[in-house]
Every structure is written in structure tokens, then in C-alpha cells.
């Protein structure tokens, strides 16, 4: 029976998880639960599955996901915190030789290069929990050696097909408002913006080891195809499902191995009905834009944009700002810094804090 850590329990990803494993009762067991400031559900959490560890952010600090990370128990840490704060529990799993089911991208934007060292450090493994990635794995697992391009699919958000000056305008309520996926609001303004289609392209960049010019976007409004991979034939392997985190969620716990699991909506195509595809908008969606050049910048470059992105949402979504000044403040913030390569933790966090000051000096 597995041992299972999750870093962000009363989240989005988190509530998910703790269905899914109840659903497989006695499969896993439920080894540590932390949560940043939400005491009741924690308290309500811990009554129902009695973890040997349990500690909120908000009064034991960071240290306490390292500590769940690190439990003796804990085989996988599922890290579903939202932002850059996941980023020492992830390094601290992987050179213990533990699986990190992987919801926290942020961490991958960051650091991934760090990420990368620390998985060969100590032999854990990193599986994606982001749908998308999650199709990937599945397409490529056992046929990895042929993989020559992948292509993400984005439901384009809920402004997909508004004009740069409305969208410019839009209201948090309008942003939170997201067509096909229920998820945590700070991604969910990410999915309105695309920056999180950009991070989830340079979070496969590291996953999967691919050059940027063979990580391809695709807007796709039904969300039914998670992603394409094509191999060095051309044969082009697809993941489909209706929009549940639950099945992703699953993957990463069991992979390469499934579970039976009844608890996720069965696919139908005809219920599905027509699949579209169409292209990413970039001269509107300017914060995909600004990520995916940041990627392919390399060194800090990434780091800045996840930073600039974190700091200009939460100002969005405080009502502090309009849904436009977030692509102008990544974009500003990124024209100010020079890229410099990643060569230690600290090089990350220099770029990080310089980059969030930077973005609350644009920001009221
Ligand atoms: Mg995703």
C-alpha cells in the first residue's frame, strides 16, 4: 500500500485526490496532509483519514511541506501547492528517491534544470498531474525513444474569442468564469490569460526533454483531446476524455500500471460531439506569448515570468487591477531583466525576488 503525502489538501487538486482515494480504499494510504491557511477543512480532513502527519503553512511555515514531503511513510508527494512555494518540497522528494505527482508547474518553470539534477540525484520520479502532461505520458509510455513533437491542447479560456480591448476590460467574475474545467482560481485566471498554456509548455519542454520548436499549442474549446504525440513515423497518438482532474490524478498515483475507477464520467463521441481546433490568438493572448519566448530564453527568463505572472494575478484577482495589466506587467518585467543561466537554488531565488519587486513597482 503505497504511502501518499499531499502538499495543498484542501485545494482544488487536493479535495480531487482525496475522492479518488476514497474511492480506492485501502489502496493507498493517506500518510501526510498540509494546507496553507484553511484550519476546518484540514481539521475535517484529518478526522477522516488520520494521517501521521498533518501542519498548516500558515503556522508552521514552509518547513512544514518538507516535513510531509519528507515522511519515512510517504512513497508518493502529491504536490498540489499553488505558485513557487512548492519548489523546495519538490527538490527535497527527489533526492529522497520519492515519486512527486507533479500539480505544482510552477516549480518546473522555475527550476527545471534543478528538478531535472534532482530526480538523477536520487532516483525519484517526476510524473505530470496536469492533464495535458498527464496525455502525454500516456501516449509516450513504452514508445518514448520515437517521440519527435507534441501538441497541448487549450480550451482558449473564456475569452477565446473576445477582442483584445474588451478582454483588456474583463472583470474578475468574466476571468473566474472558465468554460470546461473547474479548477483553483489563481490557474483559473492563468487558463483566461493562456500564461498557463506557456508554462505548461516550458513544463514539457522539462518533462519530456523536447526542443521548444517541438512543443506545438493547439486551441481546442470542447477539451476532450488532452494532447497529441507524434512519432518519428508520423503516426499521431491522442489521450481523450471528458474534463476531470480525477483521471490524471489517478495516473500519476498508479503509473505505468491503471486502477479500475468508475468514479470519473465514461467517454461517449457522440455525446462529445465535433472537436475543433483552432489557432492560439498570440497577438491577443500576449502572456502565452511572453511565456513561451521566455522559455525558449532559457536561464532566469522563466523564472521572471512565473514570478511577474504571480504577482500580477494576485493583483487582478484582489481587484486591484484590470485583466490586461497582467500581460503588461510580464511583459515589462521581462523587457527589464537579462537572463543569466540557472546555476544553483540561489540563482533561482535572486531572479524570483528581483522579479516579484519589479512587478509590484508597475502594479498600484
Ligand atoms: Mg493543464
Known sequence: MPGVAI???TGSIGTSALAVM????PRFDVVALTARVDAAALARQVAEWRPRFSGLVSE???QVLIEAALHPDADIVLNAVVGAAGLDATLAALRAGKRVALANKETLVMAGALVREACAEGGGELIPVDSEHSAVLQCVTGREAGLQRLILTASGG???TWEADRMRRATVAEALNHPTWRMGNKVTVDSATLANKALEVIEAHYLFGLRYDAVEVVVHPQSIVHAFAEFCDGSVI?????PTMELPILYALTHPERLPDSGTPRFDPVAAGALTFEPVRTEVFRAFRAGVEAGRAGGTAP???N????VAVAAFLGGRVAFGRIAETIETVLAAHTSEAVRDLETVREADR???LRAMEELP
Open 60 to 62: 508552521g511555515g514552509p
Open 307 to 310: 514570478a511577474a505572472n504571480e
Open 158 to 160: 473564456p475569452f477565446r
Open 238 to 242: 491522442a489521450q481523450l476524455s471528458f
Open 354 to 356: 528581483w522579479a516579484r
Open 303 to 305: 523564472t521572471v515570468f
Open 22 to 25: 476514497a474511492r480506492q480504499r
Open 7 to 9: 502538499l495543498g489538501s
